[in-house]
């Protein structure tokens, strides 16, 4: 146990003199969350903009009811229209725009449907949710006009609802401010990865590559001792990579104002010992991964090419675990990478995973780490691996 | 004391070592001589235990290499063909590194660094990192962790090999040394000056064979030479083929 520690605190020393390995800790930690940070002000100020509104209106003369309303509605700022509107629209001069047509007044007078247009280009994502609140806007005045009628004529305006529709409200940029939340586990998986890399290959391949695997594997220490201590470093420095990312992430997530993009913020102490445990395996696990496949390189940049290739693995699941929620699916826990996006996920979504499931969490990655320690302790035996250059 | 009994090494079908043996009493220095590709360096790794025979034992101090791997390494100090340092540790870091895997104990450990650092005219790098060193600053880096156990037997790989003057004789001047101390020393090495200045005994090797062993005296007896170079070549051939 020892000597075990000796390695350990040997490859922790020489690791975090390395610059490149400093950085590369540094990038990973602050690279997710920032751009998690990024997209949800990017969605939340897109909210913000179709709250305010600027309506061009063409025609507003024929209208003057329907401007007055508009003019009181909150955040609502109504200016005069392009003169051609669907040549404004076309070419993106304008977001969208209201004409209001000759024959209004008459109709609007007689009580009969007034026409009105709305100028849009419904391909355009950017637009899509001011068109909305436009459409929206005007619903609320027919309906309110319409009551008026009724009541004027003596007819309650509630027999005209045959429903009672109640609207629960999961606007498009709220599902996608839940989806962002998704990448959290992902950044925090990356993280394990890119901070552990640098020292799981230095102490593999780079002893390789410097000529310094020989004359240390003639000291009296067992291999899979020399081994231990090796992904032990690498282990504590994905630790703290993964930490680091952890934190910066829920600073950032409550500077945020999450309750105006309709999420609730669930993160309190419980939680992050709960994202602590969920995570923990794969800190187990992927500098194991790392060592065993940085043994079978030559030279320290050789394996980290072999590692990038390895990051693409906990990508695609990450990327697809936005797309397609892993929550609500148990049987994954227990599986690496797989196991740690659907219980982060959950947790962050403010639901515990099982505690038994935690354990098989950290079981299956214990397994899997213990067979790569000891299948990369094989190779630190292997001739070819101590003399092949 | 070492004893190497009829080692044999092949890769595929090219046989590296055949049925080398030698001893290497203490208190003396033996030479393994040989051209390049004699299978010296093989024959080393084997005696040292990195490398499984294909066949044959080693005995260290009467311990066998194969069967008692660690206890037998434990008395002995390597300097290998290659001795890598860690460029962003300092030197006395790499011995202390390797004291603590020897389990030496702390005090005690401090002492041998101030023995080194003597001996080896450490004292101006000594807390330097080893990137900027020049090879003869690491060798002497490499020969101390190498030897910090205070090993009874000790092996070098072409100690001197790319090493200028100054260095050459540092080197020179540790083994003679640890020959004082009653240690037995086993060095290898391609250039003949190298081993006629140091060597008690010479082992010469050809093509993985030994091809002759005994005092300088007793090879120019064998050969009929006076100059151990002519012995040499007689004895390789002057392609390097043994005999």
Same mark, same amino acid.
């Given at each position: 146990?020892?000597?075990?520690?000796?390695?350990?605190?040997?490859?922790?020393?020489?690791?975090?003199?390395?610059? =490149?390995?400093?950085?590369?800790?540094?990038?990973?930690?602050?690279?997710?969350?920032?751009?998690?940070?990024?997209?949800?002000?990017?969605?939340?100020?897109?909210?913000?903009?179709?709250?305010?509104?600027?309506?061009?209106?063409?025609? =507003?003369?024929?209208?003057?009811?329907?401007?007055?309303?508009?003019?009181?509605?909150?955040?609502?700022?109504?200016?005069?229209?392009?003169?051609?509107?669907?040549?404004?629209?076309?070419?993106? +001069?304008?977001?969208?725009?209201?004409?209001?047509?000759?024959?209004?007044?008459?109709?609007? =007078?007689?009580?009969?449907?007034?026409?009105?247009?709305?100028?849009?280009?419904?391909?355009?994502?950017?637009?899509?949710?001011?068109?909305?609140?436009?459409?929206?806007?005007?619903?609320?005045?027919?309906?309110?006009?319409?009551?008026?009628?009724?009541?004027?004529?003596?007819?309650?305006?509630?027999?005209?609802?045959?429903?009672?529709?109640?609207?629960?409200?999961?606007?498009?940029?709220?599902?996608?401010?839940?989806?962002?939340?998704?990448?959290?586990?992902?950044?925090?998986?990356?993280?394990?990865?890119?901070?552990?890399?640098?020292?799981?290959?230095?102490?593999?391949?780079?002893?390789?590559? =410097?000529?310094?695997?020989?004359?240390?594997?003639?000291?009296?220490?067992?291999?899979?001792?020399?081994?231990?201590? +090796?992904?032990?470093?690498?282990?504590?420095?994905?630790?703290?990579?993964?930490?680091?990312?952890?934190?910066?992430?829920?600073?950032?997530?409550?500077?945020?104002?999450?309750?105006?993009?309709?999420?609730?913020?669930?993160?309190?102490?419980?939680?992050?010992?709960?994202?602590?445990?969920?995570?923990?395996?794969?800190?187990?696990?992927?500098?194991?991964?790392?060592?065993?496949?940085?043994?079978?390189?030559?030279?320290?940049?050789?394996?980290?090419?072999?590692?990038?290739?390895?990051?693409?693995?906990?990508?695609?699941?990450?990327?697809?675990?936005?797309?397609?929620?892993?929550?609500?699916?148990?049987?994954?826990?227990?599986?690496?990478?797989?196991?740690?996006?659907?219980?982060?996920?959950?947790?962050?979504?403010? +639901?515990?995973?099982?505690?038994?499931?935690?354990?098989?969490?950290?079981?299956?990655?214990?397994?899997?780490?213990?067979?790569?320690?000891?299948?990369?302790?094989?190779?630190?035996?292997?001739?070819?691996?101590?003399?092949?250059? | 004391?070492?004893?190497?009994?009829?080692?044999?090494?092949?890769?595929?079908?090219?046989?590296?070592?055949?049925?080398?043996?030698?001893?290497?009493?203490?208190?003396?220095?033996?030479?393994?001589?040989?051209?390049?590709?004699?299978?010296?360096?093989?024959?080393?790794?084997?005696?040292?235990?990195?490398?499984?025979?294909?066949?044959?034992?080693?005995?260290?101090?009467?311990? &066998?290499?194969?069967?008692?791997?660690? &206890?037998?390494?434990?008395?002995?100090?390597?300097?290998?063909?290659?001795?890598?340092?860690?460029?962003?540790?300092?030197?006395?870091?790499?011995?202390?590194?390797?004291?603590?895997?020897?389990?030496?104990?702390?005090?005690?450990?401090?002492?041998?660094?101030?023995?080194?650092?003597?001996?080896?005219?450490?004292?101006?790098?000594?807390?330097?990192?080893?990137?900027?060193?020049?090879?003869?600053?690491?060798?002497?880096?490499?020969?101390?962790?190498?030897?910090?156990?205070?090993?009874?037997?000790?092996?070098?790989?072409?100690?001197?090999?790319?090493?200028?003057?100054?260095?050459?004789?540092?080197?020179?001047?540790?083994?003679?040394?640890?020959?004082?101390?009653?240690?037995?020393?086993?060095?290898?090495?391609?250039?003949?000056?190298?081993?006629?200045?140091?060597?008690?005994?010479?082992?010469?090797?050809?093509?993985?064979?030994?091809?002759?062993?005994?005092?300088?005296?007793?090879?120019?007896?064998?050969?009929?030479?006076?100059?151990?170079?002519?012995?040499?070549?007689?004895?390789?051939?002057?392609?390097?083929?043994?005999?």
């Amino acid at each position: 146990m020892n000597k075990i520690w000796i390695v350990a605190v040997k490859e922790w020393t020489d690791g975090f003199r390395d610059r =490149r390995s400093l950085y590369t800790l540094l990038i990973s930690a602050l690279f997710g969350p920032l751009m998690i940070g990024f997209m949800f002000s990017q969605i939340a100020s897109q909210q913000k903009g179709a709250q305010e509104i600027k309506i061009p209106v063409v025609g =507003r003369q024929h209208a003057p009811v329907l401007i007055n309303w508009l003019t009181q509605q909150s955040g609502v700022e109504v200016v005069d229209g392009p003169a051609d509107p669907e040549a404004a629209v076309r070419d993106r +001069k304008s977001d969208f725009v209201l004409v209001i047509e000759k024959e209004f007044a008459e109709k609007f =007078r007689d009580s009969r449907p007034a026409p009105v247009q709305v100028v849009s280009d419904v391909t355009s994502q950017s637009t899509r949710s001011k068109v909305s609140r436009l459409n929206s806007l005007l619903n609320g005045f027919s309906s309110e006009m319409g009551g008026m009628r009724l009541m004027a004529r003596g007819v309650s305006p509630v027999i005209v609802s045959a429903l009672k529709v109640e609207q629960i409200d999961i606007a498009t940029s709220q599902q996608r401010a839940a989806m962002i939340f998704n990448f959290i586990p992902m950044f925090l998986v990356i993280s394990l990865f890119t901070a552990g890399m640098p020292i799981a290959s230095d102490s593999t391949a780079g002893e390789r590559e =410097r000529g310094s695997l020989e004359p240390l594997l003639l000291n009296p220490i067992p291999r899979w001792q020399l081994v231990t201590g +090796k992904w032990m470093a690498a282990m504590g420095a994905a630790l703290l990579g993964m930490l680091l990312t952890l934190a910066v992430t829920l600073v950032m997530l409550s500077r945020l104002a999450l309750e105006e993009l309709g999420i609730r913020n669930h993160v309190g102490t419980g939680q992050l010992i709960l994202l602590l445990a969920a995570t923990a395996p794969m800190a187990l696990l992927a500098p194991a991964v790392q060592m065993f496949v940085s043994c079978f390189a030559k030279s320290f940049k050789e394996a980290q090419s072999y590692l990038g290739l390895l990051m693409i693995a906990p990508t695609i699941p990450g990327i697809a675990a936005v797309f397609y929620p892993l929550t609500n699916r148990p049987w994954l826990h227990p599986i690496p990478v797989l196991g740690q996006y659907a219980m982060v996920t959950e947790i962050l979504g403010g +639901k515990a995973p099982e505690p038994l499931m935690l354990v098989a969490a950290t079981l299956t990655a214990a397994i899997l780490t213990a067979v790569l320690l000891s299948l990369a302790t094989r190779l630190f035996t292997s001739e070819k691996i101590i003399f092949g250059r | 004391m070492i004893h190497a009994k009829n080692l044999n090494k092949q890769f595929g079908d090219f046989v590296a070592v055949d049925n080398v043996s030698f001893s290497a009493p203490d208190g003396a220095v033996t030479g393994l001589l040989g051209p390049n590709g004699a299978g010296k360096t093989t024959s080393l790794r084997m005696i040292y235990g990195l490398m499984k025979p294909g066949g044959g034992s080693v005995e260290i101090d009467g311990i &066998d290499m194969v069967a008692k791997p660690l &206890d037998a390494q434990k008395r002995i100090g390597v300097l290998p063909d290659l001795s890598g340092l860690y460029p962003r540790l300092t030197a006395r870091e790499h011995i202390i590194y390797y004291g603590q895997l020897q389990g030496i104990e702390k005090a005690e450990l401090n002492r041998r660094i101030a023995h080194w650092i003597e001996i080896l005219d450490l004292s101006g790098i000594i807390d330097r990192r080893v990137a900027g060193f020049s090879h003869g600053e690491r060798t002497k880096v490499a020969l101390a962790r190498a030897i910090v156990h205070d090993p009874q037997n000790i092996l070098l790989d072409e100690p001197t090999n790319g090493l200028d003057v100054m260095s050459t004789r540092a080197v020179r001047e540790l083994i003679r040394h640890l020959r004082a101390e009653g240690r037995c020393v086993v060095f290898s090495s391609h250039v003949m000056q190298e081993v006629s200045a140091l060597c008690d005994r010479i082992v010469v090797m050809g093509r993985g064979k030994v091809v002759a062993e005994g005092t300088p005296e007793e090879l120019l007896a064998l050969t009929g030479m006076t100059s151990l170079e002519d012995a040499f070549v007689s004895l390789v051939g002057p392609h390097g083929e043994a005999a």
